[in-house]
């Protein structure tokens, strides 16, 4: 079974400024996806970024970008020039890649970020 | 087109009610996920749909709940004689090459 581990139950950052997620993961599988997903208050989850685990380079979407080390089992969430709107609960999560469907997402207990004015 | 959409999105249920909960994915998309979110906490699987056919529904707490999707589009989520541990939001996910994307969820408040 695959566990996900964010181990910041919150965060907070300047406007402006750049803010890092943890996420660590344990799986022995060799083939699988890891996401970031967010979650604003009372809204539903949206995907924020996508890695797969086959790819050495780290994805980027605008001012997010993840740190992938397969290795040591860990996916940072870089988030750069925060904004306001940015204030969410941001949820990390693995899915073993499952032939060309989708399988079940294992997430973590998500991390609660503020961003300040 | 329209997103994944879920009914009711909030419902509140004495304890020992049946509730069912709708979820309509997105046109065209062969997986259905459901999964349970409480309060504070990651979203727990329970269970998984390719089409009609459910292929995973190890994540169902007990024989209380059941799930089905006869037609291979819309799904339901029938929760029988509701304790108040079922209070949480229930989230469906349709999926199309491994990405899900997620409804606005249904809160269930059982009193």
């Known amino acids: 079974a695959q566990t996900v581990t964010q181990s910041q139950p919150e965060m907070s950052v300047q406007e402006a400024e750049t803010v890092t997620l943890s996420c660590t993961y344990d799986t022995s599988e060799n083939n699988y996806y890891l996401f970031w997903y967010k979650q604003p208050p009372s809204r539903q989850m949206i995907l924020v970024i996508r890695?797969?685990?086959?790819?050495?380079q780290n994805a980027t979407e605008n001012r997010f970008s993840v740190n992938f080390q397969k290795a040591a089992k860990s996916f940072s969430l870089k988030i750069s020039d925060s904004q306001l709107g940015d204030t969410a609960m941001y949820f990390c999560a693995f899915m073993k890649r499952f032939n060309t469907n989708a399988g079940k997402s294992t997430f973590g207990d998500g991390t609660t970020l503020t961003v300040k004015p | 087109g329209a997103g994944v959409s879920q009914s009711p999105r909030y419902k509140v249920a004495k304890r020992g009610q049946d509730v069912a909960l709708r979820c309509d994915p997105i046109?065209?998309?062969?997986?259905l996920f459901w999964y349970q979110q409480a309060l504070g906490q990651g979203p727990e699987f329970l269970t998984y749909f390719q089409n009609e056919a459910q292929l995973d529904k190890s994540g169902l707490p007990s024989d209380r709940f059941f799930a089905e999707r006869p037609e291979g589009s819309v799904s339901t989520l029938k929760i029988q004689r509701t304790q108040q541990e079922d209070s949480a939001v229930y989230l469906c996910a349709s999926s199309f090459a491994h990405e899900q994307y997620f409804g606005p969820g249904t809160r269930l408040t059982v009193t």
């Open positions: 890695q797969e685990a086959y790819k050495q």
């Open positions: 046109s065209g998309h062969v997986s």
